[in-house]
């Protein structure tokens, strides 16, 4: 007589607690509310962390502004340093990248249309800022002035930093677990 065996997966010794369980849709909005908050948290102490960058090159740009500028060339660049260092770190701190919306109930171009000039421009702006500075370094880099050379191509690397920044501390993207949360209710 063959007798009926039922299949059981396999289980290493000591795993009785490994299956996962099941979310009613309270405790799933509690976990989805939670993981905004501390995602919120953890990108405002980044930010905040990351705004330190810019603001050492101000130190920078101020010393060199007050005690180390003889012409008025030197001045202007620092200046323009100084500039370039404050748009950096506005653009971290006040232009945060929003989460995408998939939902697609609002078109792109009146999303666009929404953002002031500010928003919209200073990126941009000071891009050209600091292409113009890198232009400034390329030439002292060949007049022999390495030390202005590297401080003259300072807020464009700072800027680089900032938007790699910026990218990273995009919002977490929660849709499609938003979207999942009714598909797997519990008890």
Same mark, same amino acid.
């Given at each position: 007589?063959?007798?009926?065996?039922?299949?059981?997966?396999?289980r290493?010794?000591?795993?009785?607690?490994?299956e !996962?369980?099941?979310l009613?849709?309270?405790?799933?909005?509690?976990?989805?509310?939670?993981?905004?908050?501390?995602?919120?948290?953890?990108?405002?102490?980044?930010?905040?962390?990351?705004?330190?960058?810019?603001?050492?090159g101000?130190?920078?740009?101020?010393?060199?502004?007050?005690?180390?500028?003889?012409?008025?060339?030197?001045?202007?660049? &620092?200046?323009?340093?100084?500039?370039?260092?404050?748009?950096?770190?506005?653009?971290?701190?006040?232009? !945060?990248?929003?989460?995408?919306?998939?939902?697609?109930?609002?078109?792109?171009?009146?999303?666009?249309?929404?953002?002031?000039?500010?928003?919209?421009?200073?990126?941009?702006?000071?891009?050209?800022?600091?292409?113009?500075?890198?232009?400034? &370094?390329?030439?002292?880099?060949?007049?022999?002035?390495?030390?202005?050379?590297?401080?003259?191509?300072? !807020?464009?690397?700072?800027?680089?930093?900032?938007?790699?920044?910026r990218?990273?501390?995009? !919002?977490?993207?929660?849709?499609?677990?938003?979207?999942?949360?009714?598909?797997?209710?519990?008890?």
């Amino acid at each position: 007589m063959a007798s009926a065996r039922l299949r059981q997966t396999f289980r290493y010794p000591g795993d009785e607690d490994s299956e !996962p369980e099941e979310l009613d849709e309270e405790h799933q909005e509690i976990l989805i509310t939670a993981l905004q908050e501390e995602d919120a948290q953890k990108n405002a102490l980044y930010r905040k962390a990351f705004l330190a960058i810019p603001l050492t090159g101000v130190l920078v740009y101020l010393y060199t502004l007050v005690f180390n500028t003889a012409t008025a060339q030197q001045a202007l660049l &620092a200046i323009l340093g100084l500039s370039s260092l404050a748009c950096s770190a506005y653009i971290l701190q006040y232009m !945060p990248l929003q989460a995408p919306d998939w939902k697609g109930k609002t078109a792109l171009y009146r999303l666009e249309a929404a953002k002031g000039p500010v928003e919209k421009y200073l990126i941009y702006l000071n891009a050209g800022l600091a292409a113009l500075l890198l232009l400034a &370094a390329a030439v002292s880099w060949r007049k022999g002035a390495r030390e202005d050379a590297w401080r003259e191509a300072l !807020p464009a690397i700072i800027l680089a930093m900032t938007l790699f920044a910026r990218q990273q501390l995009a !919002p977490l993207d929660l849709e499609e677990l938003q979207k999942a949360k009714y598909d797997y209710k519990g008890a």
